[in-house]
C-alpha cells in the first residue's frame, strides 16, 4: 500500500509529501530491497534498481507502478526533471493513478515556483516570463485531464444543457420535446467529435531531465543556444520529426521552435 500523502506543494519542495513506494503483497525480491533501500534513505540505490527492472524485457512485473516507484526514488534524488518522466509513464499506463497525479501537479508547482522567483529577481527574462504564460490555459488543461475525467465533465456538461433544453422545449407541446430530443443529439454529437479531436490532437510531449538544457537553433552542438531550459519543463514535440542523426530532437518552447539535445529531453511515450 502507498503510505499517506502530505498535502501542499510547500510539503513537496522541502523533501516530504510523497507517498512511500508501491509495493504488491508478493513482489519480487529486487522490489522489495528498492523498497528497503528507499525507506532507509539510500534513494541512489533504490533508483538504480528500478531502473534495472524496467529494463528487463519481458518481466512480469507491473510497470506501472516501478515508473511511480522510480519517479519517487528520482525526487527524492534531486532529480525533478526524471521525476516528472517516470510519474508521466505511469499515467500513461495506469491514467486514474491519484498519488501519480498529484505527484506530478505538486511537482510542477515546484517548477512553476522557480520560474517565478528567477523571473521575479533582478532585470526578468523574457524567456521565462514565456514559459510561465506557456504553462497556463486551455491546451495545458486538457492534456492533464486524464480520459475518464474528461468524459465523465463532457457528460455532465451534456447533462446540464439537455436537462435545460428539454424543460424549455416541453412547454411547446409534443412539437417542441421533438425538437428538443433532435438538437440535443445534433449539439452531442458535434460537441462529441469537436472535444475528442482536440482531446486526440494534443500533441506528445518530452521531459527536461537536465538542468540548463540547451534549446538550440538547429539539430547539433555547432548550433547557437537560443535559451537554457529548466529542469522538469514539458516541450511539445514534433510528431513528424524524429530524433536527428546526432540525437536531437525537434521541440517547442513558449512557442519557440528549437532542437534539444536527446539525453536532455526525454519523450514521455518512450518506455
Known amino acids: 500500500m502507498r503510505r499517506l500523502r502530505l498535502p501542499g506543494s510547500l510539503a513537496l519542495a522541502i523533501g516530504i509529501g510523497l507517498p512511500g513506494i508501491a509495493l504488491p503483497q508478493e513482489a519480487p525480491e529486487a522490489e522489495a530491497a528498492a523498497a528497503r533501500s528507499y525507506d532507509g534513505g539510500d534513494y541512489e540505490a533504490s533508483a538504480a534498481t528500478y531502473r534495472r527492472l524496467l529494463g528487463e524485457a519481458g518481466a ?16 527524492r534524488a534531486g532529480r525533478l526533471g526524471y521525476a516528472m518522466l517516470h510519474w508521466e509513464r505511469s499515467l500513461t499506463l495506469r491514467p486514474g493513478d491519484e498519488d501519480a497525479r498529484a505527484n506530478v501537479a505538486l511537482a510542477r508547482a515546484v517548477l512553476d515556483r522557480r520560474l517565478t522567483d528567477a523571473a521575479a529577481s ?12 506557456s504553462m497556463q490555459g486551455f491546451h495545458v488543461w486538457l492534456r492533464q485531464m486524464p480520459p475518464a475525467r474528461f468524459a465523465w465533465s463532457f457528460s455532465a456538461f451534456l447533462l446540464v444543457v439537455g436537462t435545460c433544453w428539454t424543460f424549455l422545449m416541453i412547454r411547446r407541446g409534443r412539437r417542441g420535446l421533438l ?33 540548463g538544457a540547451a534549446l538550440r537553433s538547429g539539430p547539433g552542438h555547432s548550433f547557437p543556444q537560443l535559451a537554457a531550459l529548466p529542469e522538469g519543463l514539458y516541450l511539445e514535440l514534433d510528431p513528424e520529426a524524429g530524433a536527428s542523426p546526432d540525437g536531437f530532437r525537434r521541440v517547442v518552447a513558449a512557442g519557440i521552435v528549437g532542437y534539444a539535445g536527446g539525453e536532455s529531453v526525454i519523450p514521455v511515450d518512450e518506455h
Open 60 to 75: 512480469d512485473l507491473d510497470r506501472a507502478a516501478l515508473h511511480y516507484n522510480l519517479g519517487n526514488a528520482e525526487y
Open 179 to 211: 425538437l428538443a430530443v433532435f438538437g440535443l443529439s445534433l449539439v452531442a454529437a458535434t460537441s462529441s467529435g469537436i472535444l475528442l479531436r482536440l482531446r486526440l490532437d494534443v500533441p506528445p510531449v518530452a521531459v527536461v531531465v537536465q538542468p
Open 122 to 133: 533582478g532585470d526578468p527574462d523574457t524567456f521565462l516570463l514565456e514559459l510561465l504564460r
